[in-house]
């Protein structure tokens, strides 16, 4: 009974942070997420005091990620590439190469 109960409270879980991230998606502007997600950072270190609470690591990082991981995945891209690569690190041809 105990596995059944922790499978719906994972689930339950999953689904609320959906429904909180596509509400941060929608409602919050891209230039504005990676500051609020690193004062939830912050204010998370400070979890000790009153009204501030460890929760808010978890979620700080969750917000930051939202507008990190498209620059990362952006980033890689970019990076494997090869007409962005700067031309003298291209693989030259067969014909190119061989200017007399």
Do not use: C, Y
């Not at 409270?9 to 502007?29: C, H, M, Y």
């Not at 998370?44 to 991981?69: E, K, N, R, T, Y």
């Amino acid at each position: 009974m105990a596995r059944v109960k922790k499978k719906e409270t994972a689930e339950n879980l999953k689904d609320r942070f959906k429904q909180w991230s596509g509400w941060i998606r929608a409602n919050v502007p891209p230039g504005v997420r990676a500051p609020f997600g690193l004062l939830l950072i912050v204010g998370g270190v400070f979890g000790f005091l009153p009204v501030l609470g460890f929760w808010m690591i978890p979620l700080g990082v969750a917000v930051l990620a939202m507008d990190i991981a498209p620059l990362f995945r952006a980033m890689l891209k970019h990076r494997s590439d090869p007409e962005a690569s700067p031309p003298e690190k291209r693989s030259k041809s067969g014909s190119d190469g061989d200017r007399s």
